[in-house]
Structures are given as structure tokens and as C-alpha cells.
């Protein structure tokens, strides 16, 4: 049952961002005057109601709602990359094993014992990794369009694979990298103890909320609402509350990116690149920036993922990833933010939802998944919640584009023919 | 003054030459007609100038500037605009959003900017609808503005193609082909609003295959015939070239036909 209300909130969150569709696809100031309130008040909304989501989940339903958050995460920064800029990236799970590996390897677990620092420390050094990766493999490779961009980042996912796999005094290779340390604030200098000291107060406000929207007494989660905490540690809540926090500020940095001159510059791109580049936009500048956000968006998410998890191996960053990520993307809505997010939802929770199908039909859970992908793309090609602009693109993509010759008959013509009768 | 020089240019293709040796001036405030048969070359120099190819040897400079080694969108700062043969708007785009990414040329917010979002940024981004609305105007098409722009008329394309590329604020603008499929009042407003351009102080080299056009707005054409550079000078004696009669309608009709009929 409870699997259910939780899909039920997520629904009806959806609904609300599906009620203004809007988000992140305003591109000229002059769009959308007169509903200036519908952004704010749907994005604060949704927002209030995922955090206190937790308060209804079993730990399991924890557990999922932050793989949730880590695919969400992905997703959005992906569709900065396919969705805005219009580059096929199929190997974009490798900035997601950069952020891993970066968290696995200066965490201290790894074979490298050269540092020992914890997530908070890790994450800005990760997001500057992950970006130096995006653009080094942007800066030779954006020169290429279409298909051969798409070969190239396939492979660099790849060769990431692989060198995680091989360098063993680095990685450990295929034993992978255990004991990443948890998300746990270090209490080695004053700011970081003044942040726990801080957190406490919080931790303990959380818990009265908590209480406060419990179910009844009776009810078994009740006496264990130390297990709701948000201190970092084995509760999955606090990485689910991290993640959200993460998303919230991604999704508002990129929407005020696609809100101006770069929103432009990319969808100019997007559309004609020879013609964007004529018209003065430095097209290769601005694939490198859609490469480098979504780059350092997923070594974020990677980070988390690893002091989630505690664990990496090289086989948890297979091509099938970025396949996934790309498939929520395009399932969710190419160019639009609420998209993204309800995408990175799905993939994660549709094989989930799948698992409750009678045993026999078990094995076809992933062939089930396809379908309906297959059947998505088929009856829905913009997506879930698609942006405006990309749904009338792939309208217009079987049609010519130009208007028809001779509909532009100015006014003169037949005004003219029937001064000439009277 | 010249404004655009380019001398001894060269444009080679494998065993294509493309461009053979043309030399072409424009000087400031000229309306300067570039023409030719199909597959003459014309395109090409275009591209060019405006950084697409590099060419095999020659120089190209604009106010004294050498224009090689340049990419189309450094050779667009520098003050070079242009429009396309087929037209090349932002399909999806509206109108407006189409100018203002012409406008944004000029503009210096990029991505900490748009993020951050400083009081220059947000006065750019106003002044940028604010100028991309003029600027329709100024072609004729303000009331077009929040259309997407493959749904407007092909005359209002080609408008909204020039709008965007004022908007680059240009000082020499390259047209190539404005009135192909065209009918005669939506040229004869284009040859108006060509001459409103230039009176704004910028300097116009068109590409342009219906004589009608060239003749009543150019006051020099140059003539290019497989590459080579074969007449120049003003419409009507370059018109009676018998080497231009020849490229157009072939030998051996320079002593009955007019160049005007080509």
C-alpha cells in the first residue's frame, strides 16, 4: 500500500508541474508575462512535498527514493547536453564513475592513501574533476556533429570503464573500492563544527515535523522515528535530502541559464549550427559549457552515489547506464527541467513498480521496461512533460520547415485585382 | 574609403577551382551587386569572407583587418553579416528570440552571468527585446514578433533573416540571393527596404540572380564567370558586356540579347 501512496504523491506532483509546463523553457524575457506565479509556486510545492516524502516511505521505499534522486540528478544534467545543446552524449555515465571513483579514491579507502577527506570536502573537488573531464573531452570532440559526437563519447564511456577496471594500484580494479566513508560532516575545523552544532538543531526540528505527519501511534514506523533521522550515516534520508537539495539548485541554475543569452545560444545550435555561428554565436564555447554543466551535474551525483553506497566497481558504470539516463532524458522530455526529473523518476521506479507483477512474469520485468519505452516513443515522442519548443520541433521534422512559397501573397495582390475590377 | 578589400583571392577544391584570382573593393555606403551563372562562384566568396572556408591564397580585409584565420562568428564581431541562400532561420524559434540571437553578438553575458545574473546581464537582456522588437519593425514585421518562424510567410523569413542579421549591428552586410522566390511587389518592397539599410550607414554586397532587382538598386556590379572575375562596373555597362552576354546566354548570343533577359 504504501508503495502506492508514495506513487500517488509523485504523481500528483507531477500533475502540478505538468499544470504549467513551463519550467526552464522560457527563452526571451517577453515569454509568459502574465504567469510569472505559476513557476515559483509549482516548483516550491513540489519541492516542500518531496522532502517530506521520507515521512510516509519504509526504509526500502528509502533506499529507492534515493536512487531516485541519484538518477534524477543524472538526467538533468544529461538533458543539458541532449536537450538543450542538441548533443547525443552515449557516454555520459563516465563523468557519473569520475565523481565515484574521485569520492572513492580521496576518501581513503582505495590504494591511494593520500587523503582523507569526507563527502563535503570531496564534492567541490569532485564537480572541478568532472568539468576538467567534460572538457577535455569536449575540446577536441565538439568539432564533430551528430553521429560521430555520438561514437566518440560512447567510446570515451567506455575507456573509462576499462581504465577503472585495469588501473588496479589506483581503482582496484575489478574488486572495486570498499569502505567510501558516509556522508558524515568532519569535525575538523570550527566552521564544520559549528555546522553540526547547527545540524543538531535541525536534525531535531526534522524529527518534530516528522512526528507531527506520522501516521498514528499504532502505526510500526512510529516508535522508530530515530530511524528517520538526517544525520548522516546508514539512514538513507539525509542522502535523499542532499539530493533534493542538489536538484532544487541545479534546476534553477539551469533554468536561468536557458533563460538568456546561453539559453539562446544553445537552442540556436540546436537548431543550425552554421547559422548560429554566422550569426556571431561561438558555438564551440557553448557546447563546451552544456558539456561541462552536465559533466559536473553527474560527477555531483556520482559523489553521493558513492558515499551512498560505499562501494565502487567498474561494473557499475556499464554502457547500459548511459543508455538509461538518455532513455529517461528522452522519456521524460528533451529540453524541459520538470522532464528530466519525472524521467530520471521513471527509469528507476518503473522496474521497481514491475517487481510487484505475479512471479511468472518476473523475467520479462526488463523486457516489459523496453515496451514501454518502445510504446512511449511511439505514441508520445516530446515525452512526459515536454518542453514547448521540443515538442514542435519534433512535430515539424517530417514537414519542411520553410513556409510555402506563395502563402506570404502580400495584401497588395488582391486588394490590386479588385481595385483593377471596379 | 573601402571598406571590404579582398585581392587575389583564391579558393581551391581538390581539382576544383573555385575561386580564381578575384579581386572586389566596396567602398562605405555602396550597394554593390554581385552576379553570375549558377555555379559561378558567388557562394563561395561569401563563405570566404565570412570565415566558413579558408581560402587557398589572397587577402580579405575589412577597415584594414585581415579577415583569414578567423572564424565566421570573429568575422561576424568584426562587423560582417550576412543571409543565407536558402534561408537559415532558427525554425523553431520565434521571430523575436531569432533577432535577438543576432543581437546577442553585441552582448557579453555568458554563463556565470546568466547565472548570477548582475544588473549588466538583466539591462542586456532587456535592451535585446527592446531592440529585437525595433528591429522588426524595421523590417516591416513588428507585428510578427512571437511567431515561430517557419510558420511566417517565406517574404517574412527572408525579413526576419535580415532582421537577425542587423542585429549583429554590421558594417557590411552580404545578401545572398534576398528576392529568390519572390514575387514583384514583395521585391520591389525588399529593394526599398535594402536602400533604407544602407542609408542607415551600412554597405550592402548582394548576390542576386533577377536582373530587375540588381539593376534598379546596385550601383556597381561585379560579375564572376567559373570563378574568374569577368566584368565590373556600373549595371548598365557591365549589361552590355558582350564576355557577361556570353556567360549568361552562352556564345554566339552577344550580338542579339540582352543580359537583362538571362
Not at chain 1, 516542500?48 to 519504509?58: E, H, S, Y
Not at chain 1, 534515493?66 to 538518477?71: E, L, Q, R, Y
Not at chain 1, 565523481?99 to 563535503?120: N, V
Request: glycine share 10%; hydrophobic share 50%; charged share 20%.
Amino acid at each position: 500500500m504504501k508503495i502506492v501512496s508514495a506513487i500517488v504523491v509523485l504523481i500528483a506532483a507531477g500533475l502540478l508541474m505538468l499544470a504549467q509546463r513551463r519550467w526552464g523553457e522560457r527563452v526571451t524575457a517577453s515569454f509568459d508575462r502574465q504567469r510569472r506565479w505559476a513557476f515559483p509556486v509549482s516548483f516550491t510545492a513540489f519541492f516542500l512535498a518531496a522532502a517530506l516524502l521520507p515521512v510516509w516511505l519504509n526504509v526500502a521505499q528509502e533506499e529507492l527514493a534515493v536512487s531516485v534522486g541519484v538518477f534524477a540528478l543524472l538526467s538533468l544534467g544529461l538533458n543539458v547536453v541532449v536537450g538543450y545543446a542538441g548533443l547525443l552524449d552515449l557516454g555520459y555515465v563516465a563523468f557519473w564513475a569520475i565523481g565515484a571513483y574521485t569520492m572513492a579514491i580521496l576518501g581513503g579507502t582505495g590504494p591511494l592513501h593520500f587523503a582523507h577527506l569526507s563527502m563535503w570536502e570531496i564534492m567541490p573537488i569532485a564537480l572541478v574533476v568532472a568539468l576538467l573531464a567534460g572538457v577535455l573531452l569536449g575540446g577536441p570532440t565538439l568539432r564533430l556533429r551528430g553521429d560521430y559526437l555520438a561514437i566518440v563519447t560512447l567510446g570515451f564511456g567506455e575507456i573509462i570503464r576499462i581504465l577503472a577496471e585495469n588501473l588496479e594500484s589506483v581503482t582496484r580494479g575489478a574488486k572495486g573500492i570498499t569502505n567510501i566513508p558516509s556522508g558524515e560532516l568532519p569535525n575538523s575545523n570550527p566552521v564544520m563544527r559549528a555546522v553540526i552544532h547547527a545540524g543538531i538543531h535541525i536534525e531535531n526540528f526534522w524529527i518534530r515535523v516528522y512526528n507531527w505527519f506520522a501516521p498514528g501511534p499504532d502505526h510500526p514506523t512510529r516508535t522508530a522515528s530515530r530511524a528517520k533521522s538526517i544525520v548522516f550515516g546508514v539512514n538513507p534520508i539525509p542522502y535523499y535530502l542532499l539530493l533534493l537539495a542538489v536538484i532544487v539548485i541545479m534546476s534553477l541554475v539551469i533554468r536561468r541559464l536557458n533563460d538568456s543569452r546561453v539559453g539562446r545560444a544553445w537552442a540556436a545550435i540546436r537548431e543550425d549550427e552554421f547559422a548560429a555561428e554566422a550569426m556571431g554565436v561561438p558555438t564551440l564555447k557553448y557546447k563546451l559549457w552544456a558539456f561541462a554543466i552536465g559533466a559536473s551535474t553527474s560527477g555531483f551525483s556520482g559523489v553521493i552515489y558513492a558515499s551512498r553506497v560505499r562501494f565502487v566497481d567498474p561494473e557499475s558504470f556499464v554502457f547500459i547506464i548511459s543508455i538509461t539516463i538518455l532513455a529517461a532524458v528522452v522519456l521524460g522530455g528533451a529540453g524541459s527541467i520538470a522532464g528530466a526529473l519525472a524521467g530520471g523518476a521513471a527509469v528507476t521506479l518503473i522496474p521497481e513498480v514491475l517487481r510487484s507483477l505475479p512471479q511468472r512474469f518476473q523475467d520479462a520485468r526488463y523486457g516489459i521496461f523496453g515496451a514501454t519505452l518502445i510504446l512511449m516513443v511511439i505514441f508520445r515522442p516530446q515525452g512526459l512533460i515536454p518542453s514547448r519548443r521540443r515538442a514542435a520541433e519534433l512535430k515539424g521534422g517530417a514537414e519542411e520547415t520553410k513556409g510555402p512559397i506563395g502563402a506570404g501573397l502580400p495584401a497588395e495582390v488582391t486588394t490590386g485585382g479588385a481595385d483593377g475590377a471596379a | 574609403m573601402a571598406l571590404l578589400e579582398v585581392s587575389k583571392l583564391r579558393m581551391q577544391f581538390g581539382g576544383l577551382l573555385a575561386l580564381d584570382d578575384v579581386d572586389l573593393t566596396i567602398d562605405e555606403r555602396q550597394i554593390k551587386g554581385l552576379i553570375g551563372p549558377n555555379g559561378a562562384g558567388k557562394t563561395t566568396f561569401f563563405n570566404c569572407v565570412t570565415g566558413v572556408y579558408q581560402p587557398t591564397s589572397g587577402s580579405v580585409t575589412l577597415d584594414g583587418k585581415s579577415l583569414l584565420r578567423r572564424k565566421p562568428h570573429q568575422v561576424t564581431k568584426l562587423g560582417i553579416a550576412r543571409t543565407f541562400q536558402n534561408i537559415r532561420l532558427f525554425a523553431n524559434m520565434t521571430a523575436l528570440e531569432n533577432v535577438m540571437v543576432g543581437l546577442d553578438a553585441r552582448n557579453r553575458t555568458s554563463v556565470p552571468g546568466a547565472i548570477a545574473r548582475p544588473p549588466r546581464a538583466r539591462r542586456e537582456e532587456r535592451e535585446a527585446v527592446v531592440n529585437g522588437h525595433d528591429l522588426l519593425k524595421r523590417v516591416g514585421i513588428g507585428h510578427l514578433a512571437d511567431n515561430v518562424s517557419k510558420n511566417l510567410s517565406y517574404g517574412d523569413q527572408r525579413r526576419v533573416e535580415i532582421a537577425r542579421a542587423l542585429g549583429t549591428r554590421p558594417k557590411l552586410l552580404l545578401l545572398d540571393e534576398p528576392a529568390a522566390g519572390m514575387n514583384p511587389s514583395e521585391k520591389a518592397s525588399l529593394m526599398v527596404l535594402i536602400r533604407s539599410i544602407r542609408e542607415e550607414g551600412i554597405t550592402i554586397l548582394l548576390i542576386e540572380h533577377d536582373m530587375k532587382v540588381v539593376m534598379g538598386i546596385c550601383e556597381d556590379v561585379v560579375v564572376l564567370d567559373f570563378g574568374r572575375r569577368i566584368a565590373g562596373g556600373p549595371p548598365e555597362v557591365v549589361q552590355r558586356d558582350p564576355q557577361v552576354i556570353e556567360a549568361y546566354l552562352g556564345a554566339g548570343a552577344a550580338g542579339t540579347a540582352d543580359a537583362a533577359g538571362a
